[in-house]
């Protein structure tokens, strides 16, 4: 009988999260570390006028831009989040923000969350071109075999939009969270570094130019190019 050697015999981990600036056709994402960023995200999506953007998040939305930055530069300190802000390419505008959670690097996994779009970001191709700039790093740059999303499970926008994205649904841990006062099923769905490539594809021909018409209308939807 041969014996064979664990693809992962020789696994040694992988670096944490420090993403640079990375420039898109829409958008930047770039480390949320700046005042004139965390100023640009109150004003976008952070104060209490926009309380629904942070409905099924346990954290904000905030009194102050100072306030902002504090609470995720303490999630930095306290558990390690990398927050990185979305901005357009065409002028300073902040749009949005999402962070690497529950990174781990010794096995190559880390989720996305804390993802808050302002009503400019949402249902657009920057939206999507932030989601696939923050994947691409993790999976093509750091060799991250595992990444993770999670959300409420009352959370359908979320969910729709994970699956949308090209997550696969693996369950729902029960009685998860006590948030805002409130019990917390977490939805948990996750891409694999042997997905990516095919998840990936599908990002890339939905966000072609060719694959919008005069209007920017959509020619095919995110889920059929991954199909084809």
Not at 167 to 194: C, L, P, Q
């Amino acid at each position: 009988m041969t014996e064979t050697t664990s693809p992962l015999a020789n696994w040694t981990g992988c670096a944490a999260p420090t993403l640079p600036a990375r420039d898109g056709r829409y958008v930047t994402v770039r480390p949320f570390d700046q005042p004139t960023d965390w100023e640009a995200g109150f004003k976008a999506f952070g104060q209490k006028q926009n309380a629904a953007l942070w409905r099924y998040i346990p954290i904000g939305p905030f009194e102050t831009a100072e306030a902002l930055a504090a609470t995720f530069n303490g999630m930095r300190e306290a558990l390690g989040w990398r927050t990185h802000i979305i901005v357009s390419t065409d002028d300073p505008e902040a749009l949005g923000m999402a962070s690497y959670m529950r990174i781990r690097p010794e096995h190559g996994s880390a989720e996305v969350g804390s993802i808050v779009f302002s009503e400019n970001l949402q249902r657009t191709r920057a939206a999507t071109e932030a989601m696939y700039l923050m994947a691409a790093y993790l999976f093509e740059e750091l060799g991250y075999r595992r990444y993770e999303w999670k959300c409420h499970n009352d959370n359908m926008a979320s969910r729709r939009a994970a699956v949308r994205f090209g997550f696969t649904f693996e369950g729902v841990f029960r009685k998860d969270m006590v948030m805002n006062g409130e019990n917390r099923d977490t939805a948990w769905y996750s891409i694999t570094d042997d997905e990516w490539p095919g998840v990936k594809a599908g990002f890339d021909a939905w966000l072609a130019p060719e694959n919008f018409n005069e209007v920017g209308h959509q020619r095919q939807s995110l889920e059929a190019c991954r199909m084809a």
